[in-house]
């Protein structure tokens, strides 16, 4: 017989899942949502491009036949041997004027094709319009246009994009040279040491220009003899009309200062009528 007092009962109640289940289901809950929301954000961009796109298509087909009308009024006074000259000429001026690079299309000549997208494309700052050229055409189109956006915005990321090698280079010394000047060689992320060797360079002609000794050029480390010769001749720092390498050594008068003896009269007004700058 069993003994019923020595059984211990329990009350059995059903298992709570624990935290880290819940957790985990909520995670995965949330997970699935965001994949959904994901997708139609997806979805939505994609139908949107689609129709950007068609209507860009139309409008670019409304100009176009805007454009036709506007020349096929413009082309009657092209006459004779130059008629189709005449004509691409007309073409490539309505097509800069209307800013659109499909129009060229019709042009007969490759060279005045390329010649017309390319002004819109360099009007535009976009490479984009270049988009109607052939294949090199089209390369060397959105080369300049590379070109001219790398020095604008002095962004050395845009001359990467540039498929000529001597316009890329071209592009990556003049953006540089333009970092270096602002001294910002940190903020764009190239060799500092550009930077302070151009600021020793600076100090160095100003040092010079202090000086007035224009032989100086021959005894500083910070810059070679010709290149300093070569700034301070094209540099005219105090504006009277006269480079500082022409004054310091040909006048003697001030580089830094536009009239030197203080008497009305610039340096360069003096020693035009033969007059003493010094006096």
């Not at 299309?105 to 009007?123: F, T, V, W, Y």
């Not at 590379?146 to 002095?154: E, V, Y």
């Not at 151009?198 to 002609?205: F, L, P, T």
Request: glycine share 6%; charged share 25%.
């Amino acid at each position: 017989m069993v003994d019923t007092n020595n059984i211990e009962f329990y009350d059995l109640e059903p298992e709570q899942p624990s935290r880290k289940m819940t957790r985990r289901r909520f995670m995965r809950l949330g997970g699935i949502i965001g994949i959904i929301l994901v997708v139609g954000l997806l979805l939505v961009y994609i139908v949107n491009t689609v129709e950007q796109n068609r209507l860009s298509s139309k409008d670019v087909e409304m100009i176009v036949a805007r454009a036709e009308d506007e020349i096929a009024s413009k082309i009657a006074v092209c006459t004779g041997e130059d008629q189709e000259v005449c004509t691409d000429q007309i073409r490539t001026d309505v097509a800069v004027e209307m800013g659109e690079s499909a129009i060229c299309n019709e042009i007969a000549d490759e060279g005045a094709r390329h010649n017309c997208a390319s002004l819109i494309a360099m009007d535009a700052m976009d490479p984009e319009a270049c988009q109607y050229l052939e294949a090199e055409d089209k390369a060397s189109c959105a080369d300049s246009v590379n070109l001219l956006l790398g020095i604008d915005r002095i962004n050395l990321a845009i001359c990467d994009l540039i498929s000529s090698e001597r316009l890329a280079d071209s592009c990556r010394s003049q953006v540089t040279t333009i970092i270096v000047r602002q001294n910002a060689c940190t903020q764009y992320g190239i060799n500092p040491s550009l930077c302070a060797d151009a600021k020793a360079r600076q100090q160095a002609i100003q040092d010079i220009l202090v000086a007035g000794d224009v032989t100086l050029c021959n005894r500083i480390s910070e810059i070679v003899p010709e290149d300093c010769f070569d700034i301070l001749g094209s540099n005219d720092t105090d504006g009277d009309g006269l480079d500082d390498y022409t004054e310091m050594l040909r006048f003697g008068t001030s580089p830094l200062k536009a009239d030197t003896d203080s008497d009305g009269y610039s340096d360069l007004v003096e020693v035009q009528y033969g007059f003493d700058p010094f006096n």
